[in-house]
């Protein structure tokens, strides 16, 4: 039970904000106004925009700003065009990824604020953009009126419960995007005195946990998930799920722990192992099978780390029975998967060979494409066939995982299944193709950091790893060391200036083979690329290399990088498709590498 809230005039105070909003917009017609609206909380906000739309007497024309916005000025321009609206709301300065930058061009131009935008220009905000804005921007905000709407005590109480519950549970892929707002409600309750219940105390620090968790602070996670074990130890409570989840949480926080330090981590995989049994028992004593059968695949994980084959076959048993009741042929897939690895491990060649083929017919009635799945089980088969000398067959099996996988969810596997392949086609006087593959493995070592770059290939963009257990699915790229080393990042910068600039269609670079023109571009043009807008654009590169059929490379190439299963083999349809991205806020910035080629081509 949480305190009686004590009583608050946010509701009379919202009022007043609303009226003196629309008094604002009504005396400011014709006229440059600019007005700062407060206001913490996504649902608040929407209901009180909503409501200012009933009761306003002009018109309100609604502007959402885009993450790359690099000019607050140049963004209402653009969209507004010739369009003179009565009056204006800015939302989505929450998400801007330049805000400082956006603010302070805002400040430097605020006198083309008045003089070209003849109407009033409402910036909605939180807590965290005004007090940025005031720092950096204090002419700007001094310049502004600003009203503030609220929540009361109980809707704040109600708001903290609501949200903390939703997080309190045994998805690991629910989302935290309000997190922020949460932080924001508990201290609006401290700066009021209003004391909580220890269940709402409790789930905040899991919460808090849960946020360094997904930022991969783990040592701050687990001491946040700690102070919520105590708070929960003292109030006495008796729900088993809820410890379950907890300890499930702490489990995960020391796996990770573990691959984040490959050399020192059998400390972290034994308490990874210790706590996620621990939660397993607690959901056998709340009689949440269906919860076990979700989370047992962390805990075999741990045992394949620890090598503890005996005991993952004994898991893997009981998961099967569990995953037929509960779960898809996916988990029994995985679990198949499970013994035919623990059979590879202790030489039963034949046994593996047959329970990996078992694992792959069920991954294939999967309606989901599961690529890291398939090539670990073909791995397998691969190496029990390659014991049991049927060599043909390894290589056929290793060619179809590594063509249906990609190295992001498990780039280990992927360069393991290389490195066989590799060493199959040598065995076979296939040393072209061993060589192919000797060279795209060192590639992935590179771009994973598992090995330093040694010089005799193109540099590429570091890539992270794709950890499945998160909720990002962001694409990222890192610009190389060697490139911001050798001097070179410059270079990458007079690119990206250049590509912001209108009256620069094409750039070309030149130089002498091997003076690094290819390292540059995809080790520091790309990856800056996706992470820096152009202008007020999302930047989309595509890296074209080959140029025997150019125009349906380039097509595929597109169509890959926008994610889209149609075909792009026309220049008519790659041109309406560019068009498209141009008014999706995307520009797409066509990279011809090795372009020489084109012209070496033999004509036809």
Not at 233 to 251: P, W
């Amino acid at each position: 039970m949480t305190h009686t809230p004590q009583p608050d005039d946010s509701i009379a105070d919202n009022q007043k904000s609303l009226n003196a909003l629309v008094r604002s917009l009504r005396l400011s017609q014709g006229q440059f106004r600019l007005i700062l609206v407060r206001c913490n909380y996504g649902e608040l906000r929407q209901r009180m925009v909503q409501r200012l739309g009933e009761v306003s007497p002009v018109p309100i024309r609604e502007l959402v700003l885009p993450e790359s916005v690099e000019s607050l000025y140049r963004f209402i321009q653009t969209e507004l065009a010739d369009e003179t609206p009565q009056a204006v709301i800015v939302l989505g300065l929450e998400s801007v990824r330049n805000l400082t930058g956006v603010f302070k061009s805002s400040n430097y131009i605020r006198e083309e604020l008045s003089h070209n935008f003849s109407f009033p220009l409402i910036l909605w905000m939180n807590d965290p953009v005004w007090q940025r804005l005031i720092r950096v921007a204090p002419d700007l905000e001094s310049w502004a009126t600003t009203v503030e709407f609220q929540w009361t005590t109980a809707e704040l109480l109600k708001f903290l419960t609501q949200e903390t519950e939703k997080l309190f549970r045994a998805d690991l892929t629910v989302s935290l995007d309000n997190y922020e707002e949460i932080e924001l409600a508990w201290t609006a309750l401290q700066k009021r005195g209003q004391a909580i219940a220890p269940e709402l105390a409790a789930n905040l620090e899991f919460v808090r946990g849960f946020n360094d968790f997904k930022h991969h602070r783990f040592d701050e996670a687990l001491a946040h998930y700690q102070n919520c074990r105590d708070v929960l130890i003292d109030a006495h409570t008796e729900e088993l799920e809820r410890q379950g989840i907890l300890l499930l949480h702490i489990a995960l926080c020391y796996s990770r722990k573990a691959e984040q330090n490959s050399e020192k981590n059998e400390q972290d995989w034994r308490r990874s192992r210790k706590y996620f049994q621990e939660s397993i028992q607690k959901f056998i004593d709340a009689k949440r099978f269906d919860l076990i059968a979700q989370q047992i695949k962390y805990l075999a994980e741990t045992l394949r780390q620890l090598q503890a084959w005996n005991e993952l076959k004994r898991l893997a048993e009981k998961a099967q029975k569990l995953h037929q009741k509960y779960c898809t042929s996916l988990q029994v897939a995985q679990d198949y998967g499970i013994l035919a690895e623990v059979a590879l491990k202790q030489s039963r060649w034949q046994e593996a060979k047959q329970l990996a083929q078992q694992a792959l017919t069920l991954l294939n009635q999967s309606p989901e494409p599961h690529p890291r799945e398939q090539g670990f089980y073909h791995f397998i088969l691969a190496s029990a066939c390659q014991s049991l000398g049927e060599i043909k067959a390894a290589i056929a099996h290793l060619e179809q995982g590594i063509e249906g996988n990609q190295p992001d969810y498990d780039p280990q596997l992927y360069i393991d299944s290389l490195a066989m392949l590799r060493s199959l086609y040598f065995e076979q006087g296939e040393y072209l193709k061993a060589f192919e593959l000797k060279q795209t493995k060192r590639s992935i070592e590179y771009q994973y950091g598992f090995q330093a770059f040694a010089g005799a290939s193109h540099l590429q963009a570091k890539k992270p790893l794709i950890n499945v257990a998160e909720t990002s699915t962001d694409k990222q790229a890192i610009i190389a060391q060697e490139i911001a080393a050798s001097g070179r990042e410059y270079f990458v910068k007079k690119l990206i200036k250049r590509l912001c600039r209108s009256d620069h269609k094409l750039t070309i670079i030149y130089g002498q083979s091997g003076v690094g023109k290819s390292s540059i571009i995809q080790a520091g043009l790309v990856p800056a690329l996706i992470q820096k807008p152009i202008g007020e654009r999302e930047a989309l590169p595509v890296v074209i290399r080959v140029y025997t059929n150019w125009v349906e490379t380039l097509g595929m190439s597109l169509a890959e990088v926008l994610g889209v299963g149609e075909s792009l083999n026309s220049t008519e349809v790659i041109i309406q498709k560019l068009r498209l991205n141009a008014v999706r806020n995307l520009v797409t910035v066509l990279i011809f590498d090795q372009f020489e080629e084109f012209f070496l081509l033999p004509k036809i």
